[in-house]
């Protein structure tokens, strides 16, 4: 099983680490460090995914894959 891929960047322009999740629109956390911006957006995760069933919304497959510059 696969799960939605989730990129964890700092910015300087917020003062922090930001995390989303580029499959669920809109779907991202702050935090002071890069752990609690992950912590964060796990949580923010459940709750898209609990609001798009209640709401019959359907929920996108994971499908981002972020590109690999070697």
């Not at 990129?7 to 991202?28: Q, R, T």
């Not at 911006?37 to 994971?62: D, F, M, N, S």
């Amino acid at each position: 099983m696969s799960d939605y891929h989730i990129n964890v960047f700092h910015s300087a322009e917020d003062g922090g680490y930001i995390a989303d999740i580029p499959d669920l629109e809109s779907c991202s956390a702050f935090g002071s460090t890069p752990q609690e911006a992950l912590g964060e957006v796990l949580t923010a995760k459940e709750a898209w995914l609990a609001a798009a069933r209640e709401r019959g919304i359907p929920i996108p497959e994971p499908r981002y894959r972020p590109a690999l510059y070697v």
